[in-house]
Structures are given as structure tokens and as C-alpha cells.
């Protein structure tokens, strides 16, 4: 069937009766998400892409240039930016290694049809505290490495090399903790204010990932309502009120650019979210208030007391990821507008209009089979049950079972099948997966409950298991120990 002439707005109604809900036509003006891949089993690269396009997100932050990743987005005209990880930044203090990086991940997309790469993210919050120090001396030279590769390339007017940073990298002083008396923190200020410098020369821009979210977290003295948008009683500074975290944030860096000579400089927000479990203040309900605040504020170019205007912001994250590190908190997997699955878990407006509803999620996403695994309520031996637990727990995601989390309200025997079945479902629902010495069961019955959902995991080619079936079968057999 002949469909060059079908216009886009008659593919939308196609898909609405395919699918019965409507295409986004248009995003707010610079909004972008950020797409992570640190999962167990990946939803298709194309599958994420489409995802993309029927919400109409234009804009997409990655965290490499993944080959499937990148050959998904060629032809979509979907604005990247692609990322060089933190352990890679050592190598692109090799100039030659720098322009090598360049070539394989740059240039060869840039081509009619291929991949329009926007920015280049030159390490990922290479200085936050917790590094101590290491990566403070392999970052710059990086970043002025693969910007000089850039424009040796002859790409480098319309391709820029930028470094996302955590907040932590500015402060206000103690005895005067003002927006207004923003400053880079003191141990890299002499480093800040070079890559600043560069990236002014560059007409590349600062990168900078802002959480609210982390205010509240481990901090039950902070004011809540200062962690949203929708009214908190004011922080006065220099006659200007700062109802929200976001805004004092935003402008503390703005002060801190001021400082080092570049208060008009380029600020993207790489990186701004609300995580839905793992916490007791990451719930679905504290993410939509979150959104239902920034979107319409990003829409109608508020802008923030210092930096009035757009903002360009890329919200964390598109799609949860079962395998990142918990170091900072359970929370870390749980930053999606769409589950491990690719369906959205609440009404949001990325037009921010207020007309909040589902956004339209993966399609033909293949599920293993309605199967889980459960704590076998016949089972004698319990002396084990802890270890098993726990075993089970530390190569799954067991984080909806924290503190103040969807599934805090287990039962012991719920928590063992919650455990239980993580496991059994990463293991690609494998038999030999479901026993834990005796004390679990397979079942055909959904045992979600309440707020708490018992997962099936979806088919993928790019499952990442963790330690082989064969391995532990061999384990069983040589130890009484665990598995």
C-alpha cells in the first residue's frame, strides 16, 4: 500500500485507533530526556526510539555511544548527546586516542541520514565529592582533547564537548548561604574556572545536573513543599524570593559563573527527575507533583530569577534501570517516566500544559512466561531462609522492599517471595532459579499485592545474568553452604 502522502498527523490518528491513545505533537521547547541502559534485560534500541518519536521527545542524553544505541537513532533526527564514561576519560588524555574516539563515535554518523549528535558528555559528574579526587586531573585535559578532535573533524561549529556536573561542584558559604554568593567549591576552583574558561572560548555550554530530590533525601529537617514548585515559605536573598530548590540551585551556579567571569554563559541541566520508589519520598504521587510543577514552568520560559528565559533540561530518566549501583541510595533504579517495560507509570504533560495523561508506551514489548517464584509455605528447614534472601537479593533488585517503599508492607513470607521471584525473573525464569535450597516454589498465581507488583520480566537479547546457572548448580552440589 502506497503511504508516501500519509501526512504525520494522519499517522497519529492511525496509531490512535491501533492503539487507542494520541501521539505528542509538541514537547515543551528544549526538553530532553535521559536514556540509561544499565538494566538486566534491555528493552530493542528501536523500540526506545519509537518511544521517543510517538511521544514527540526530540531530544535524548546517553551515557556512550552504544553502536545498537547510536544505528537505532540514525535517520530519526532525534538531537543526541553521547557520553564518554569515567573510566575512559584516562585515554582521552591521549590526543591521538581522543580524535580515534572522535571518528568511530562522531563522525562516521555524520552523514544525511545519520545520527544528529549535539553535544558531546565528556566524563559524567567526574568531580562529585564521593570520587575524591579521582578523576580531577584526567577531565580537562579530556575535555580539551575531544573538543580540538571536534574541530579538526570539521565538526566542531555545530557538535559541542561539554562536561555534566553534579551541584556539588558550587556552593554558598556558610555563614551566607545565598544563591547570590554562589562559588565553586573551593578544592577545584582553579580547575572549574578553566573548563570554564574553554568551554566559553568553545561556545559550548555548562552542563549541570540539579536534584531536588536529594535535598529531602536523608534530610528529614529540609522543608518539603522548598523541594517542589507549587508554594514554600520563601528564602529572601537580595530582595529576591526563591520559593523552590531548583531556582536557588540554578542561580548559585549562575553566581559562581559570574564569579569567575562568565554570568552569561550557556546553562544546560543535563540531568532533573523524581525517582518513584526506593525511598519514602520517592513515590508516584511525589513525582507527579514534581513534573506537574517543572513542565509548565519550562514551558511558559519562566526561567529563574537570575537567568530568566528557556532553559534547556534533560529530565532523568526515561526508562528504570534494575542494574545501576545502589551506592547513593535504593532510589537509583527507580528515576523512569516509564517502568523496566517501556509503560508509563503516571499522566504527565511534556507540552506543559497541565493536561496531564499516560504517555504512549514500547510496543510489542514480549514477556516471559506468567510465572513466578514464591517462598514455599511447606517448607521445614528456615535456618537458611536469611542467606537465601539475601543471596538472591544481592544479584536482583529487592529495593521496592526498603523503608518506606511500595513493598515495605510485606509480610516475612512476602518478602522472601518478593526476593525470590527478582531472582528467579532475572534468571530469565530459569527452574533452577526457584529453589533456594528447598524453600521456594514456581507458581502460575500473580502474587502482586496492593502497591506492591510481582514482575514478569520481558524477553531480551541482551539480558545480563549475573553469576551462571551452572556455576551455582556446581555450588549446590560442592557446598551446604549457600546455594
Sequence with gaps: MKTSGVSRRNMCLWRFVLVGCLCYSVVVDGLGVNWGTMATHKLPPKTVVQMLKDNGIKKVKLFDADSSTMSALAGSDIEVMIAIPNDQLAAMNDYDRAKQWVNRNVTRYNFNGGVNIKYVAVGNEPFLSSYNGSFINTTFPALQNIQNALNEARVGDSIKA???LNADVYNSPVNNPVPSAGQFRSDISGIMAQIVNFLSKNNAPF???IYPFLSLYGND???VNYAFFDGATPIVDNGIQYTNVFDANFDTLVSALKSVGHGD??????????PTDGDKNANIGNAYRFYNGLLPRLAANTGTP???GS???YLFSLIDEDAKSIAPGSFERHWGIFRYDGQPKFGIDLTGQGQNRLLIGAQNVQYLSQRWCMFDPNAKDLTKLADNINYACTFSDCTSLEYGSSCNGLDANGNASYAFNMYYQVQNQNDMACNFQGLAMV???NLSTGTCDFM???VSSSSSLGPSLLGLAVLTLLTPLLL
Design 162 to 164: 561539554t562536561v555534566p
Design 207 to 209: 552542563t549541570v545536573n
Design 221 to 223: 529537617n529540609f522543608p
Design 265 to 274: 554563559m550557556t546553562i544546560l541541566v543535563g540531568e532533573v527527575g523524581w
Design 306 to 308: 537570575l537567568r530568566p
Design 311 to 313: 532553559i534547556e533540561v
Design 443 to 445: 507458581t502460575t498465581q
Design 456 to 458: 514478569i520480566q520481558i
